[in-house]
């Protein structure tokens, strides 16, 4: 499977991206306004120093006269260190200031004109107004132009661009953080529901029934019907091996019983001895055939297994009378040693368990020899022993004897599928129990224990 990034990844990636694109907006936006308003207070303060010098403007003896005020230039020095020029200024004649400094194109009378250039180097903004005074009977046109550099407004635009920069990075790591709490709660339902299916046993095929947001129930209704068309599949496939199991055993023991109806009938040795193969064929595929499809049905049964309150001795001594025919063809006797212990499980499951572990004992057991079936009660478990006069479990690790198709090694010549004690494993660990194998103490035979927690 190909795995990318996740939801959330993605959708904390688009909305970091987003948040950095809306940083940005707000960093230009407010550089913007700064610089707008760094030069708005400018221009007002140049407006009125301008306005400031041209209302001291007089006539004396028919000459236009002028006295600087301080506190027209005493506000431009408030605002900052920028320097300031100026010229008062009628017609070409300069009557004071710097001859040199250039003056915005005329306006309205009495009306102040805004201009920027560069002076000296540098770049000012310059202000100008236009007054007339009555020098003698003379109307004498005086322009009055104010100008600063402009070294402050850019570092007080510089100052507040700096500050909305750490104020927009601020808000990008800010809005990543909440980003990703918002993508984690948005996806909460589903991350949900994905743990109450993971939650679920393999075979808990129940419909989700659970509040979820609108936009999951097209989920929740496909998710739904797959689980209700698995639930049939697994009803059919139960169908199918109980009723392949019939099947299956029901032409192979017809076919045994005919071969030893013919095998009592014939008097050639050569006849019998063929009889006595296919005899031991049809035994050996009715059994290896019975154990596949008792692992087949173990395997679908666990999933929703039962758990009802059993006697495991009960269960035992049915087992053992179900097994006491082919005990009885070996003359092999089960000797029974039981002691009530209430366990909770699947009674067939457990049947099929302990059936597998004692058709085990029968087969390795020579013949003339006694199985034993013990339970008793050990701590907080019940234990289920069987016991055999056989050969053993071998040499090898018993737990590889659990595995499937693993067989001992001292058992070669003994028809066998290799299948009872991963049946019988596969239920008990479906149960919460264990299997324990060893060889008896004696040095004679196996003692397989099936543990099971008491109810």
Same mark, same amino acid.
């Given at each position: 499977?190909?795995?990318?990034?996740?939801?959330?990844?993605?959708?904390?990636?688009?909305?970091?991206?987003?948040?950095?694109?809306?940083?940005?907006?707000?960093?230009?936006?407010?550089? #913007?306004?700064?610089?707008?308003?760094?030069?708005?207070?400018?221009?007002?303060?140049?407006?009125?120093?301008?306005?400031?010098?041209?209302?001291?403007?007089?006539?004396?003896?028919?000459?236009?006269?002028?006295?600087?005020?301080?506190?027209?230039?005493?506000?431009?020095?408030?605002?900052?260190?920028?320097?300031? &020029?100026?010229?008062?200024?009628?017609?070409?004649?300069?009557?004071?200031?710097?001859?040199?400094?250039?003056?915005?194109?005329?306006?309205?009378?009495?009306?102040?004109?805004?201009?920027?250039?560069?002076?000296?180097?540098?770049?000012?903004?310059?202000?100008?107004?236009?007054?007339?005074?009555?020098?003698?009977?003379? %109307?004498?046109?005086?322009?009055?132009?104010?100008?600063?550099?402009?070294?402050?407004?850019?570092?007080?635009?510089?100052?507040?661009?700096?500050?909305?920069?750490?104020?927009?990075?601020?808000?990008?790591?800010?809005?990543?953080?909440?980003?990703?709490?918002?993508?984690?709660?948005?996806? %909460?339902? *589903?991350?949900?529901?994905?743990?109450?299916? #993971?939650?679920?046993?393999?075979?808990?095929? %129940?419909?989700?029934?659970?509040?979820?947001?609108?936009?999951?129930?097209?989920?929740?209704?496909?998710? =739904?019907?797959?689980?209700?068309?698995?639930?049939?599949?697994?009803?059919?496939?139960?169908?199918?091996?109980?009723?392949?199991?019939?099947?299956?055993?029901?032409?192979?023991?017809?076919?045994?019983?005919?071969?030893?109806?013919?095998?009592?009938?014939?008097?050639?040795?050569?006849?019998?001895?063929?009889?006595?193969?296919?005899?031991?064929?049809?035994?050996?595929?009715?059994?290896?055939?019975?154990?596949?499809?008792?692992?087949?049905?173990?395997? &679908? %049964?666990?999933?929703?297994?039962?758990?009802?309150?059993? =006697?495991?001795?009960?269960?035992?001594?049915? #087992?053992?009378?179900?097994?006491?025919?082919?005990?009885?063809?070996?003359?092999?006797?089960?000797?029974?040693?039981?002691?009530?212990?209430?366990?909770?499980?699947?009674?067939?499951?457990?049947? #099929?368990?302990?059936?597998?572990?004692?058709?085990?004992?029968?087969?390795?057991?020579?013949?003339?020899?006694?199985?034993?079936?013990?339970?008793?009660?050990?701590?907080? =478990?019940?234990?289920?022993?069987?016991?055999?006069?056989?050969?053993?479990?071998?040499?090898?690790?018993?737990?590889?004897?659990?595995?499937?198709?693993?067989?001992?090694?001292?058992?070669?010549?003994?028809?066998?599928?290799? *299948?009872?004690?991963?049946?019988?494993?596969?239920?008990?660990?479906?149960?919460?129990?264990?299997?324990?194998?060893?060889?008896?103490? =004696?040095?004679?035979?196996?003692?397989?224990?099936?543990?099971?927690?008491?109810?």
């Amino acid at each position: 499977m190909i795995h990318t990034a996740s939801i959330g990844q993605r959708l904390t990636l688009l909305l970091a991206g987003v948040a950095a694109l809306l940083s940005l907006l707000s960093w230009g936006m407010v550089r #913007s306004l700064a610089a707008q308003a760094a030069a708005h207070t400018q221009d007002n303060v140049l407006a009125a120093s301008a306005t400031t010098i041209a209302e001291t403007l007089r006539s004396e003896q028919g000459a236009v006269r002028l006295e600087l005020p301080y506190a027209a230039f005493a506000m431009l020095g408030a605002i900052s260190e920028d320097r300031v &020029y100026y010229r008062v200024s009628s017609g070409d004649t300069v009557l004071t200031g710097y001859d040199d400094l250039p003056a915005p194109a005329p306006g309205i009378m009495g009306q102040v004109v805004f201009d920027t250039g560069r002076y000296r180097g540098a770049p000012i903004r310059l202000a100008s107004v236009m007054r007339v005074v009555l020098a003698g009977a003379d %109307r004498v046109v005086v322009t009055v132009t104010v100008a600063q550099t402009r070294d402050g407004v850019d570092a007080v635009i510089s100052d507040i661009s700096r500050l909305a920069g750490i104020l927009s990075v601020a808000f990008f790591f800010v809005a990543v953080a909440l980003s990703a709490i918002a993508a984690r709660m948005s996806l %909460r339902p *589903l991350n949900q529901i994905a743990a109450s299916v #993971s939650r679920r046993g393999p075979g808990d095929l %129940r419909p989700l029934s659970r509040a979820a947001p609108a936009d999951l129930a097209p989920l929740l209704t496909a998710l =739904n019907r797959l689980m209700e068309r698995l639930r049939l599949s697994l009803r059919r496939s139960e169908d199918f091996i109980a009723e392949a199991a019939h099947r299956v055993r029901t032409p192979l023991a017809t076919v045994r019983v005919q071969a030893e109806i013919a095998l009592r009938t014939v008097s050639d040795e050569t006849e019998k001895e063929r009889l006595r193969r296919i005899i031991r064929a049809v035994d050996e595929s009715a059994r290896s055939a019975g154990q596949l499809l008792d692992h087949a049905t173990v395997a &679908y %049964r666990v999933e929703e297994l039962a758990r009802d309150r059993l =006697n495991l001795a009960e269960l035992a001594a049915q #087992s053992a009378a179900g097994m006491e025919p082919t005990a009885s063809m070996r003359e092999i006797h089960l000797a029974l040693d039981l002691t009530p212990a209430q366990v909770r499980g699947d009674a067939v499951l457990l049947d #099929s368990a302990i059936r597998n572990v004692l058709d085990n004992a029968i087969k390795y057991s020579a013949e003339d020899t006694t199985v034993t079936l013990k339970v008793e009660t050990v701590g907080s =478990n019940a234990h289920l022993r069987v016991l055999d006069e056989g050969p053993g479990l071998g040499d090898g690790p018993k737990e590889l004897l659990m595995e499937r198709f693993q067989r001992g090694g001292n058992i070669a010549g003994v028809i066998g599928s290799g *299948l009872g004690l991963t049946i019988a494993s596969e239920v008990l660990r479906a149960h919460g129990g264990h299997i324990e194998l060893h060889n008896n103490e =004696n040095g004679s035979g196996a003692c397989v224990t099936l543990v099971l927690p008491l109810a």
